[in-house]
T-cell receptor, first 115, second 113 residues
Framework: NAGVMQNPRHLVRRRGQEARLRCSPM?????VYWYRQLPEEGLKFMVY????????ESGMPKERFSAEFPKEGPSILRIQQVVRGDSAAYFC?????????????FGEGSRLTVL | GNSVTQMEGPVTLSEEAFLTINCTYT??????LFWYVQYPGEGLQLLLK?????DKGSNKGFEATYRKETTSFHLEKGSVQVSDSAVYFC????????????FGKGTRLSVIA
């Protein structure tokens, strides 16, 4: 049973380019969460999605960041016009369907470096 | 609101020393509580969890007890190894279900031989 799969593991972009990070949840999981970890800091919640719905985006910057979880395919975190401050590790996590209060299962992360 | 406060690191211990990493929380109701571990360059792995008051989570020699009266979930290990060097995160998840985890800032542990 494959775990949460994220790709790419490492991504380098120049300022002004776009970054797309992908996340495939564990089999049977329908809830996806994105977190950002800045160097030497904790994890900050960004967005929580179910299939085709954004449930909570209270942690997402208002501009340049967007997320989706289509009916088919992985969840995508998109960062437009990247700036140096976007350099971070972005972690995706998933959980089973509704009513769950257990742990989240995390991927290995995507590490974005903006030059 | 919900929040987690854990002791600041870094913590440096000699091999076989006793480890305590303090964690306290603020939450509405009785959340589930977790400790995650992050090894260098990797993602987060669940270390242990507790879902109700007085529950003790344990794994790989680590333990933590859910203390409702002190709103705490301190992580302990009797004898640390070099391989325990990592960053440890305390987290809570509200009882309402399907909500994001709220993390503490993490505590970096270095164990030296």
């Amino acid at each position: 049973n494959a775990g949460v799969m994220q790709n790419p593991r490492h991504l380098v972009r120049r300022r002004g380019q776009e970054a797309r990070l992908r996340c495939s949840p564990m089999k049977g999981h329908s809830h996806v969460y994105w977190y950002r970890q800045l160097p030497e800091e904790g994890l900050k919640f960004m967005v929580y999605l179910q299939k085709e719905n954004i449930i909570d985006e209270s942690g997402m910057p208002k501009e340049r960041f967007s997320a989706e979880f289509p009916k088919e395919g992985p969840s995508i975190l998109r960062i437009q016009q990247v700036v140096r401050g976007d350099s971070a590790a972005y972690f995706c996590a998933s959980s089973p369907p509704q009513g769950d209060t257990g742990e989240l299962f995390f991927g290995e992360g995507s590490r974005l470096t903006v030059l | 609101g919900n929040s987690v406060t854990q002791m600041e690191g870094p913590v440096t211990l000699s091999e076989e020393a006793f480890l305590t990493i303090n964690c306290t929380y603020t939450a509405t109701g009785y959340p589930s509580l977790f400790w995650y571990v992050q090894y260098p360059g990797e993602g987060l792995q669940l270390l242990l969890k507790a879902t109700k008051a007085d529950d003790k989570g344990s794994n790989k020699g680590f333990e933590a007890t859910y203390r409702k009266e002190t709103t705490s979930f301190h992580l302990e290990k009797g004898s640390v190894q070099v391989s325990d060097s990592a960053v440890y995160f305390c987290a809570l998840r509200p009882l309402s279900g399907n909500t994001p985890l709220v993390f503490g800032k993490g505590t970096r542990l270095s164990v030296i031989a």
